[in-house]
């Protein structure tokens, strides 16, 4: 971290906080309208019952293309200027959503709500990077994680609520409220992490010339395509978790309480993430983590054929998922973003763009093949999840901060 970034009047805890708060835009965003989607394909007449989960997707789209806006324009204007636009374009998307009279009209604003959320999803982990490194970027990541994880412990609670008192188009007013007090929060309390003198004017060849080093660093570029992969995976079953509580499993406003308790779970993992990367190291943990969700995700894909899967059941392997789920996120996103410390914003829009193209895509496909059955995600998380182990062992590289267990 370069010594004369001006540091932020905020104390160390107070900006993890924001940090987190600023990522966990997407995830309120997506997570309060999860017991929603229900009635929203109810009130629009929808075709297909798997079509409301496209405004899950949509999102994504929105987000992935809107990182390599922010990105390039994060180094080159600062965090800052990138967070106003993003909250600015969010606001409007949320507006447009409110009033939309059809379900197309819908997907358009959450698309426009995905462009806008790319801008404190970009800034929140550039700030991070403009100030961390390493061992101490993952333990700081981890943190975050474990406060972000909050959001969507809470979220489908909330939006829950929010239905019980009101309609579902009430969520978009929380939507708007949320942005706003964030958007009051930076205004007065934040400074700018990255100096003029660090800026990266923005131009045609120096995005193509980012873009290109990150394509081309085999640690980015595996951990990138692995986090994608992987978080495709996620998605699927973000756009799934609906109808297989509240359809298969038949757990009416319950849903909330049991996506909020493993949310919890993934919370505790990335506690436990943030006390222990600095004594194992990032791609160990990272490793076991996803060799588990194979394995579990195997075995319980086998399962189907011998007996009916009950709530109890899923839930179980849930767990397992959502607890080695903690240990990824902010693990695998740390060691794509290690080498780019030089070029902070270009590369996290390019990580975050790439890893989000992939994993909506991989993600809806989960969603839509979804049959009343657990099958697809599993299959997702077995087949998807081999494919990830494969590129963490390729992006093997030595680490001077990392225990290696192959030394021993």
């Given at each position: 971290?370069?010594?004369?970034?001006?540091?932020?009047?905020?104390?160390?805890?107070?900006?993890?906080?924001?940090?987190?708060?600023?990522?966990?835009?997407?995830?309120?965003?997506?997570?309060?309208?999860?017991?929603?989607?229900?009635?929203?394909?109810?009130?629009?007449?929808?075709?297909?019952?798997?079509?409301?989960?496209?405004?899950?997707?949509?999102?994504?789209?929105?987000?992935?293309?809107?990182?390599?806006?922010?990105?390039?324009?994060?180094?080159?204007?600062?965090?800052?200027?990138?967070?106003?636009?993003?909250?600015?374009?969010?606001?409007?998307?949320?507006?447009?959503?409110?009033?939309?009279?059809?379900?197309?009209?819908?997907?358009?604003?959450?698309?426009?709500?995905?462009?806008?959320?790319?801008?404190?999803?970009?800034?929140?982990?550039?700030?991070?990077?403009?100030?961390?490194?390493?061992?101490?970027?993952?333990?700081?990541?981890?943190?975050v994680m474990m406060i972000f994880?909050?959001?969507?412990?809470?979220?489908?609670?909330?939006?829950?609520?929010?239905?019980?008192?009101?309609?579902?188009?009430?969520?978009?007013?929380?939507?708007?409220l949320y942005a706003v007090i964030?958007?009051?929060?930076?205004?007065?309390?934040?400074?700018?992490?990255?100096?003029?003198?660090?800026?990266?004017?923005?131009?045609?060849?120096?995005?193509?010339?980012?873009?290109?080093?990150?394509?081309?660093?085999?640690?980015?570029?595996?951990?990138?395509?692995?986090?994608?992969?992987?978080?495709?995976?996620?998605?699927?079953?973000?756009?799934?978790?609906?109808?297989?509580?509240?359809?298969?499993?038949?757990?009416?406003?319950?849903?909330?309480?049991?996506?909020?308790?493993?949310?919890?779970?993934?919370?505790?993992?990335?506690?436990?993430?943030?006390?222990?990367?600095?004594?194992?190291?990032?791609?160990?943990?990272?490793?076991?983590?996803?060799?588990?969700?194979?394995?579990?995700?195997?075995?319980?894909?086998?399962?189907?054929?011998?007996?009916?899967?009950?709530?109890?059941?899923?839930?179980?392997?849930?767990?397992?998922?959502?607890?080695?789920?903690?240990?990824?996120?902010?693990?695998?996103?740390?060691?794509?973003?290690?080498?780019?410390?030089?070029?902070?914003?270009?590369?996290?829009?390019?990580?975050?763009?790439?890893s989000s193209i992939l994993s909506?895509?991989?993600?809806?496909?989960?969603?839509?093949?979804?049959?009343?059955?657990?099958?697809?995600?599993?299959?997702?998380?077995?087949?998807?999840?081999?494919?990830?182990?494969?590129?963490?062992?390729?992006?093997?590289?030595?680490?001077?901060?990392?225990?290696?267990?192959?030394?021993?």
């Amino acid at each position: 971290m370069p010594s004369h970034i001006p540091q932020s009047d905020m104390g160390v805890k107070e900006f993890t906080v924001l940090v987190a708060l600023l990522m966990s835009i997407v995830a309120i965003s997506i997570d309060a309208l999860l017991p929603a989607l229900g009635l929203i394909g109810h009130d629009f007449k929808a075709t297909d019952s798997n079509q409301p989960q496209l405004l899950i997707s949509l999102l994504f789209l929105g987000m992935a293309i809107g990182q390599l806006i922010a990105g390039p324009l994060s180094d080159a204007l600062g965090r800052k200027p990138i967070l106003f636009a993003g909250f600015a374009l969010y606001l409007a998307g949320t507006v447009f959503c409110f009033f939309a009279p059809t379900l197309s009209e819908l997907m358009i604003g959450r698309f426009i709500q995905g462009l806008g959320v790319s801008g404190p999803y970009i800034a929140a982990i550039a700030l991070v990077r403009d100030k961390f490194s390493g061992a101490k970027m993952a333990r700081t990541m981890s943190f975050v994680m474990m406060i972000f994880v909050l959001v969507p412990a809470i979220a489908p609670s909330l939006g829950q609520a929010i239905m019980l008192l009101s309609d579902w188009h009430s969520i978009f007013i929380m939507y708007f409220l949320y942005a706003v007090i964030l958007l009051i929060w930076i205004s007065t309390r934040l400074k700018e992490t990255l100096a003029k003198a660090d800026r990266i004017p923005f131009t045609f060849e120096g995005f193509k010339n980012g873009f290109k080093e990150v394509l081309s660093n085999r640690q980015t570029l595996c951990y990138m395509l692995c986090m994608g992969l992987f978080f495709g995976s996620f998605i699927g079953y973000l756009n799934s978790s609906q109808q297989i509580f509240q359809v298969q499993f038949n757990t009416g406003t319950l849903f909330s309480l049991y996506f909020g308790a493993l949310a919890l779970v993934l919370g505790f993992s990335s506690l436990l993430n943030a006390r222990i990367v600095e004594a194992f190291g990032m791609r160990p943990i990272a490793l076991c983590a996803i060799t588990t969700v194979v394995i579990t995700s195997i075995v319980f894909w086998a399962l189907h054929s011998f007996v009916t899967i009950s709530l109890w059941m899923f839930l179980v392997y849930a767990a397992v998922l959502f607890f080695c789920f903690g240990l990824l996120f902010g693990n695998v996103n740390a060691l794509a973003m290690e080498p780019m410390g030089h070029v902070a914003g270009i590369a996290s829009a390019v990580i975050g763009s790439v890893s989000s193209i992939l994993s909506m895509g991989i993600g809806t496909l989960i969603g839509q093949l979804y049959n009343n059955s657990l099958i697809p995600v599993v299959m997702g998380f077995s087949i998807l999840g081999s494919l990830a182990l494969v590129l963490i062992y390729f992006a093997k590289t030595k680490h001077s901060d990392e225990f290696d267990p192959t030394t021993v």
